[in-house]
T-cell receptor, first 117, second 114 residues
Framework: AQTVTQSQPEMSVQEAETVTLSCTYDTSESDYYLFWYKQPPSRQMILVIRQEAYKQQNATENRFSVNFQKAAKSFSLKISDSQLGDAAMYFCAYSTNSGAGSYQLTFGKGTKLSVIP | DGGITQSPKYLFRKEGQNVTLSCEQNLNHDAMYWYRQDPGQGLRLIYYSQIVNDFQKGDIAEGYSVSREKKESFPLTVTSAQKNPTAFYLC?????????????FGNGTRLTVT
């Protein structure tokens, strides 16, 4: 079974600084997708960024970017110019089609990010 | 605006009672999902449905049941057989039930069973 590991249960960053959240995954598949989701105190999960495994170029979305290292099975999230609204739980997720019309999505246990004014 | 509505936000039940959590979406998404979230556990999949009148068990389906009679609705019933039902429940949907479709989530329902 695929596993997703977020080794940092909690992190903090000063406002306007940059922070990187780590994520590693274990898979034998070659075709898969990786996601970062944000869960603010309101508890509604929001998609932050998506990466296709077949793409070498790292995905970016405004202040959010990823460092995707396929050989190392690493998918870290970099948040630049951190803002107070970035404070949340961040979940890394791995997804692949399992065949026979089904799919598999696995979440990490999350990293709680605090932003210090 | 399109989205996913979960109701109620908070739900309290006595042990031994079945309870149904509502999830409705107006995004015209084919696939819908139920996740359970416990502190320090991340999200665990209970059930998912890729089309109407069809659904599959997830990793922790025991003690839960679902139905998908309409595309817009995917209610989850927590039965008395669920050993530890107190948790935060998240409903989600995606355009398709395939790996490349990101999930859209509702606001969640906090269930407390005493």
């Amino acid at each position: 079974a695929q596993t997703v590991t977020q080794s940092q249960p909690e992190m903090s960053v000063q406002e306007a600084e940059t922070v990187t959240l780590s994520c590693t995954y274990d898979t034998s598949e070659s075709d898969y997708y990786l996601f970062w989701y944000k869960q603010p105190p309101s508890r509604q999960m929001i998609l932050v960024i998506r990466q296709e495994a077949y793409k070498q170029q790292n995905a970016t979305e405004n202040r959010f970017s990823v460092n995707f290292q396929k050989a190392a099975k690493s998918f870290s999230l970099k948040i630049s110019d951190s803002q107070l609204g970035d404070a949340a739980m961040y979940f890394c997720a791995y997804s692949t089609n399992s065949g026979a019309g089904s799919y598999q999505l696995t979440f990490g246990k999350g990293t709680k990010l605090s932003v210090i004014p | 605006d399109g989205g996913i509505t979960q109701s109620p936000k908070y739900l309290f039940r006595k042990e031994g009672q079945n309870v149904t959590l509502s999830c409705e979406q107006n995004l015209n998404h084919d696939a819908m999902y139920w996740y359970r979230q416990d502190p320090g556990q991340g999200l665990r999949l209970i059930y998912y449905s890729q089309i109407v009148n069809d659904f599959q068990k997830g990793d922790i389906a025991e003690g839960y049941s679902v139905s998908r009679e309409k595309k817009e609705s995917f209610p989850l019933t927590v039965t008395s057989a669920q050993k530890n039902p107190t948790a935060f429940y998240l409903c989600a949907s995606s355009t398709s039930g395939f790996a490349d479709s990101p999930l859209h989530f509702g606001n969640g329902t906090r269930l407390t069973v005493t």
